[in-house]
């Protein structure tokens, strides 16, 4: 933006011609090493200045553009012309200008050059720009995003203040509470059953903590999330599919009630045992799930002792000693297949262990299948967990009542088989 940059000896002293792109200071004939010293000095001082900096050192105000400056600002747009102005790209105007690009986006952006009031190697070469901001569509969700990612990032998790025991259990502990759909709304007249997403996250917590419980201290436990544990996937009200879903708060008003249950959670199970969190995606809360997941991994970002397994993936594994765990929703693939998948997805570790489980939800009712290969020596148990949540008018219109509301927690031994179950019913 500016002519060739120098440093010139005048009168014993220096004065300096800085270059904008390059960041750079040179002069035209170097003569002495203290010249070049300085010249070497003043260069690693400048490099890593911003914009405004610069500009500053330069004698320019960045807000006035070092020039001319125009801004007119309404309801829905907000238009600024600088003239006269060391700056050229849009990224220099919004520092300069500060502007909020949480509200505001560009809509265009135009520079030329001015012309320019000197002639000779000291020109300076100043610049024209003019620029169009909109608002966000979304402002209130850009809004709750820029809040919840600033409070995910302010979260510290407690630590564990309990002594380590000397001897760990021989088990780990498994909490499984599927298709909680919290953010659901059952009324009393359509369903005979009335809840809402207060009701349903007391319920949530109360069968969490009597669960974390009774698996006493495990060496760590595995608490999946996500298999729809919201109801909704997005700003629709609808599910991933499009099924509307009746609805009296907005998706993130119950994204941010959902996210605090799942913290509470791992707080409290932190204090026990290390903890594995597999985000398993369900067919309602594929997207809010997955942000769910990503959120958790902001929280516990420098946790020690939790794992957040987040991966794009439909299928979640976790291997202790002699067994080897499966998540999904239970919504895609057929029971039959479930050895061969885990068989292909997870080799090593299917040829080392004896003892295989799947858990699963989605159908809101318990089943249980004892899978074995042709010469019947390895197994598969595949478990369809119950839902905390109630049904709602559909489910009841379509006939999906009667089957018990409850969650499940196992323990499972680490030379093989489960040797404890337990099950909360709602």
């Not at 720009?129 to 402002?139: E, G, P, Q, R």
């Not at 969490?208 to 201290?217: D, S």
């Not at 489980?357 to 809101?364: D, T």
């Not at 323990?411 to 093989?416: E, I, L, Q, R």
Request: hydrophobic content about 35%; some cysteine.
């Amino acid at each position: 933006m500016f002519g060739s940059p120098h440093l010139k000896n005048q009168g014993g002293g220096f004065f300096i011609l800085l270059n904008m792109k390059p960041r750079r200071l040179t002069y035209v004939h170097p003569e002495t090493e203290e010249e070049n010293n300085l010249v070497a000095f003043i260069n690693a001082q400048i490099k890593g200045l911003s914009v405004s900096k610069l500009a500053k050192l330069l004698g320019h105000d960045p807000e006035g553009g070092g020039g001319k400056v125009t801004r007119q600002e309404t309801a829905q747009g907000l238009n600024i012309q600088l003239d006269e102005t060391i700056i050229y790209t849009k990224e220099q105007l919004i520092e300069a200008c500060n502007i909020d690009t949480s509200i505001w986006e560009v809509e265009s952006f135009k520079t030329s050059a001015w012309p320019q009031k000197a002639k000779g190697q000291d020109a300076v070469q100043l610049f024209a720009v003019k620029a169009t901001f909109k608002k966000i569509k979304n402002l209130s969700v850009a809004r709750f995003i820029s809040k919840v990612e600033n409070n995910l990032f302010e979260y510290t998790p407690p630590k564990n203040k309990k002594k380590p025991l000397k001897h760990h259990s021989n088990h780990c502990g498994l909490i499984n509470i599927y298709d909680a759909h919290i953010d659901k709304m059952t009324l009393l007249g359509e369903t005979e059953k009335e809840s809402d997403i207060f009701k349903n996250v007391a319920a949530f917590e109360s069968h969490f903590e009597n669960l974390l419980q009774w698996v006493e201290i495990p060496e760590f436990i595995i608490f999946p999330i996500g298999n729809d544990f919201f109801n909704v996937n997005d700003a629709r009200n609808t599910t991933k599919k499009g099924t509307p879903q009746p609805s009296y708060l907005t998706h993130t008003d119950g994204f941010e009630i959902g996210l605090t249950t799942i913290i509470n959670c791992i707080d409290k199970a932190l204090q026990v045992a290390p903890l594995f969190v597999p985000v398993v995606q369900g067919n309602q809360d594929e997207d809010l799930a997955t942000i769910l997941g990503i959120a958790l991994e902001k929280v516990y970002r420098k946790a020690n002792f939790v794992e957040i397994d987040n991966r794009a993936i439909p299928r979640k594994y976790k291997r202790y000693n002699n067994n080897l765990f499966m998540f999904d929703h239970g919504d895609k693939v057929k029971v039959e297949k479930v050895p061969l998948i885990m068989q292909h997805e997870r080799p090593t570790d299917y040829s080392e262990t004896q003892f295989r489980y799947n858990f699963r939800g989605h159908c809101h009712h318990s089943q249980e299948y004892k899978i074995t290969s042709v010469k019947e020596t390895v197994g598969v148990e595949v478990h369809h967990l119950r839902a905390l949540s109630q049904p709602s008018k559909w489910n009841v219109a379509a006939g999906w009542v009667g089957a018990q509301k409850s969650t499940t927690g196992f323990k499972v031994s680490a030379c093989g088989a489960m040797f404890d179950k337990r099950v909360l019913t709602l």
